[in-house]
């Protein structure tokens, strides 16, 4: 095998991430190699190119994500493919979707700052579960009283959702396209009766209940128009959002301070 021949390396490399079952980068890929056999970079530039073109009309791409390359079925296969596993797909509630929606399009931001446009407190469970999926983290604090932690997307992210950086996020006018009237989902099953009568009852107006005054409620679409001025100042760059070292040391000396805003509290 002549390992500078981009013929020969595409197979080598498609074995490399058949096996390895998550993105390579090119780092990576040149140390998989002896240096005394390790290809030139245009070599392997080449071989991957041949290796995504020899995927055509195949159930597979090659796709270059953040963290690098990998193989991957072709989006159009999913719903089929997906049956593979038991397990339901994990559903995103309406707020976590909404936070990371801001998140993602007006990085870095503080949880105040979410909790402005939204004009409801962020659940801490919301926030828990994106740093565990390992989606955002923290990349700073805010020179303001409180010292608020501000967020920011990971490559993870990127990876998850299928992009190669933040300049492929989709634009806002195309989320508004797509969003549809929520579907909610019934069981087969029929109401037992004397449920069905408590529910219709419900239903009638009490006339001596005191009207209710109307809830300050966020769509999503109006989420998307607030979006759409922030969508200029998007950071792509996820270097420059990292701590020095220094400033680590004094955030280490600090007190913690709570991002609760008592304001936001519900009573």
């Keep these: 095998m002549n390992l500078n021949e981009p013929r020969d390396l ?6 490399f991430l058949l096996a390895s079952g998550k993105p390579q980068s090119l780092e990576r890929l040149y140390e998989l190699f002896e240096e005394g056999e390790r290809p030139e970079p245009a070599v392997f530039k080449k071989a991957l190119t041949l290796l995504g073109k020899s995927c055509d009309n195949r159930a597979f ?21 997906g049956r593979l596993w038991e397990e339901r797909p994990q559903r995103y509630s309406r707020a976590l979707l909404e936070t990371m929606a801001l998140i993602a399009y007006r990085q870095p931001i503080t ?13 801490s469970n919301i926030v828990k579960t994106l740093m565990e999926r390992e989606w955002i983290r923290i990349v700073g604090y805010r020179d303001v009283p409180g010292k608020p ?34 579907v909610l989902e019934f069981d087969d099953a029929p109401v037992p009766a ?33 979006l759409d001025s922030m969508e200029q100042g998007l950071k792509i760059d996820f270097d420059d959002l990292l701590l020095d070292e220094a400033d680590k040391e004094s955030e280490l000396e600090e007190p913690p ?6 304001r936001q509290q519900p009573s």
């Design 10 to 15: 595409a197979p080598l490399l498609e074995a």
């Design 61 to 81: 791409e090659l796709k270059e994500v953040a963290t690098g390359y990998r193989l991957q079925i072709r989006e159009k296969y999913a719903p089929w493919v």
């Design 111 to 123: 949880r105040g700052e979410i909790e402005d446009v939204r004009g409801v407190a962020v659940n």
């Design 149 to 182: 932690a501000m967020f920011a997307t990971t490559k993870a992210f990127l990876d998850h959702f299928n992009l190669k950086n933040l300049d492929e996020l989709p634009p806002l006018a195309d989320l508004r396209e797509m969003e549809t009237e929520p």
């Design 194 to 226: 004397h449920l069905q009568a408590l529910a219709d009852a419900s239903l009638e107006p009490d006339p001596d209940a005191e009207p209710e005054a109307p809830r300050d409620e966020t769509s999503f679409r109006s989420l998307l128009a607030e």
């Design 257 to 262: 301070q709570d991002d609760e805003d008592p």
